[in-house]
């Protein structure tokens, strides 16, 4: 099974700064034939469901805000909260939907305010 | 708009039995791939199963391989999964995402509020 390993397991930003979280996975992501990459990622707030922020590690789901980004080919991908906001403190998964089944996950990055 | 919500958890003793259901609509339920991912108390995220959009393709994780089974009702659309040999460790929030697009390598874009199942004595 592919295996998703993020880090850090958590961070602490300043409101307005640049929150930066990686996911590295065990296999690389990258289908040749049409250049995707199988990875996204999920935010999920306290008491809530996980919400999709990225898929195809770069494009962005409708309606989130552009402050969020995805970056990353192969094995190692990055999330970024450009400039970090109090409504963004949550837990962010990366997921991987390439090799499956199964269909895996990191095991989470919690960000919240310093 | 799409909405999914997920019913049936509860409180059951080891070894026992549960069948959740996921209701959707504001989509072609007929037309997607769906899911159940579920989540332990204060830990990540655990894809369960998924079935294709005419039932024909199943997929389990390893650790319920044998005691679950998914299945769905387009006429209703609805999605079941059936829970038997209940243990502790499937104590969760349960919640049933639908895959994004038609196909099975696709993210889950849409979820609901989730149901909680907790397997104690």
């Known amino acids: 099974d592919i295996v998703m390993t993020q880090s850090p397991d958590s961070l602490a930003v300043s409101l307005g700064e640049r929150a930066t979280i990686n996911c590295k996975s065990s296999?690389?992501?990258?289908?040749?034939?049409?250049?995707?990459?199988?990875l996204a990622w999920y935010q999920q707030k306290p008491g809530q469901p996980p919400k999709l922020l990225i898929y195809w590690a770069s494009t962005r789901e409708s309606g989130v805000p552009d402050r969020f980004s995805g970056s990353g080919s192969g094995t190692d991908f990055t999330l970024t909260i450009s400039s970090l906001q109090a409504e963004d403190v949550a837990l962010y998964y990366c997921q991987q939907y390439y090799f499956t089944p199964p269909w895996t996950f990191g095991l989470g990055t919690k960000v919240e305010i310093k | 708009e799409v909405q999914l919500v997920e019913s049936g958890g509860g409180l059951v003793q080891p070894g026992g039995s549960l069948r959740l259901s996921c209701a959707a609509s504001g989509f072609t339920f007929s037309n997607y791939w769906m899911s159940w991912v579920r989540q332990a108390p204060g830990k990540g995220l655990e894809w369960v199963a998924n079935i294709k959009q005419d039932g024909s393709e199943k997929f389990y994780v390893d650790s319920v391989k044998g005691r679950f089974t998914i299945s769905r009702d387009n006429a209703k659309n609805s999605l079941y999964l059936q829970m038997n040999s209940l243990r502790a460790e499937d104590t969760a929030v349960y919640y049933c995402?639908?895959?994004?697009?038609?196909?099975?390598?696709?993210?889950?874009?849409?979820w609901g509020q989730g149901t909680l199942v907790t397997v104690s004595s």
């Open positions: 995402p639908r895959i994004l697009s038609g196909y099975s390598h696709a993210p889950f874009d849409s």
């Open positions: 296999q690389s992501l990258l289908y040749s034939s049409n250049n995707k990459n199988y």
